[in-house]
């Protein structure tokens, strides 16, 4: 029940206050009354038992790609 | 070339040659045996499921700890939401996870359903809710376990249930909260650790703050980590860094989805509906200040008050050994019931009930 996954934001009803997510075709809707920064469409957010947690940060994510590529040697990016 | 979606760039954090080249250096740079402990379920099931546990070198040990919200589940609240499932008027909502738990008579949510039991599965505490809105004539009781990162997603739901007015929604508050549960583990003479993952989406809610005794009181290298295999194999290298300066730390290798300060909206949501209480956890027994109860206003959404229930300290399952394997002083194929009278189909605990316990995993993937 703890499984929390990245999914893509697909569209946003501020009214309901819910959003709907996609990831490898499976689709839900999550409520959105706790995510602390608000999540635009094609951002990726943490799902976890039908609430958006957090945006996932891209920029975040390529520093940590690009410190194993130098701390590796590899081509990575 | 930078990857062209969030999709790409997610894929990126399993590459198996990265992988491999980290491995490389972890079996280059172990000074000794490592004895590391998971304690949150997804990270459970992802170093069984990626094969990275049987890729580590022999010296590393993996232990999984009390991260399965299921698994730590106290007997005297499996007996409580037992009880509260037989009363008249009374439909349960429940994550799936809970129904197969035996309770202490050996019966669980599952055999109480084919008894007559009105119990319904959710994938979300807000599911609970139109359940509430489509039986004004019953009363809905959602089984709330889940750790940090759970407890403030039924929090928001109990906010919206007050404001809809639907009294006849109530929740049984089992959340835990994780700093409280390590410094008891880690305060237990008998158990051996040398070093702490820590559980990404708690994380995300709590930040790192709440971890610092780890390093600072206990001397215990510390990292907070995200899911891929990449994560956790960086996770190791940072531990086995920190090892080798001798300077043990907390550090924050999951930043792309935990902000140190965590998720300040959440907690804030969290803490207006909860208080800190006292918990009962399974293996652990009672730990102060580990458990959220609801608080003020709030309170009369609580299903044990409203329906007269009480949680007792019940003893363990007979021969269930789930509190050994969940202090990591036990692995799971050493229990004496392991693939005996105890398998996924004939759960004997709850370390074999859910997905994400150690002993499911490793009848699973490692048998």
């Known amino acids: ?77 | 070339m930078a990857p062209n979606t969030a999709s790409d760039m997610l894929a990126k954090f399993k590459d198996p040659a990265l992988c491999r080249n980290l491995l490389d250096r972890i079996r280059a740079e172990l000074p000794g045996p490592l004895a590391f402990m998971e304690v949150c379920g997804t990270h459970t099931v992802a170093i069984f499921q990626s094969g990275l546990r049987s890729l580590l070198p022999d010296e590393i040990r993996h232990l999984s700890g009390p991260g399965c919200p299921v698994c730590v589940t106290h007997e005297g609240e499996v007996a409580a939401f037992l009880e509260l499932a037989r009363k008249d008027g009374v439909i349960i909502a429940t994550f799936g996870d809970l129904m197969r738990v035996p309770g202490p008579k050996g019966t669980s949510l599952k055999q109480a359903q084919a008894e007559g039991c009105r119990i319904e599965i959710v994938y979300s505490a807000f599911d609970a809710l139109a359940l509430a809105r489509k039986h004004p004539e019953s009363r809905i009781v959602f089984l709330g376990v889940g750790f940090e990162t759970t407890a403030p997603t039924v929090a928001a739901t109990i906010k919206v249930a007050k404001e809809q007015g639907l009294d006849n929604f109530l929740v049984f508050a089992m959340h835990k909260l994780v700093p409280p549960a390590l410094a008891a583990l880690l305060q237990d003479p008998e158990v051996n650790l040398d070093a702490l993952i820590l559980p990404g989406h708690v994380s995300t809610i709590i930040g790192v703050e709440p971890y610092r005794f780890l390093a600072e009181q206990h001397g215990v290298p510390s990292i907070v980590t995200g899911f891929e295999p990449l994560d956790i194999l960086q996770a190791l290298l940072l531990i086995i860094d920190q090892r080798k300066t001798g300077r043990p730390q907390v550090v924050n290798q999951y930043s792309r989805a935990v902000a140190d300060d965590g998720n300040p909206k959440a907690r804030e949501v969290m803490f207006e509906v909860f208080k800190v209480s006292d918990a009962l956890w399974r293996g652990l027994g009672r730990i102060p200040n580990s458990g959220l109860a609801l608080a003020g206003e709030y309170q009369r959404f609580d299903a044990l008050t409203a329906l007269d229930v009480q949680v007792h300290d019940l003893p363990p399952l007979p021969g269930c050994r789930c509190g050994d394997v969940l202090k990591g002083k036990m692995q799971p194929n050493h229990c004496p019931l392991f693939n005996k009278s105890c398998t996924p189909a004939t759960p004997v605990g709850p370390c074999m009930v859910s997905t994400e316990g150690s002993c499911a995993a490793y009848y699973k993937y490692a048998l």
């Open chain 1, 1 to 77: 029940m703890c499984l929390a996954v990245p999914m893509e934001v697909k569209s946003i009803n501020t009214e309901l206050n819910v959003a709907d997510v996609e990831i490898s075709g499976v689709k839900r809707q999550v409520r959105l009354d706790i995510i602390d920064y608000p999540a635009s469409v094609g951002d990726y957010v943490i799902v976890h038992a039908g609430f958006a947690l957090r945006r996932l940060d891209r920029e975040d994510a390529l520093e940590t790609l690009k410190l194993f590529q130098e701390g590796l040697n590899l081509q990575v990016l």
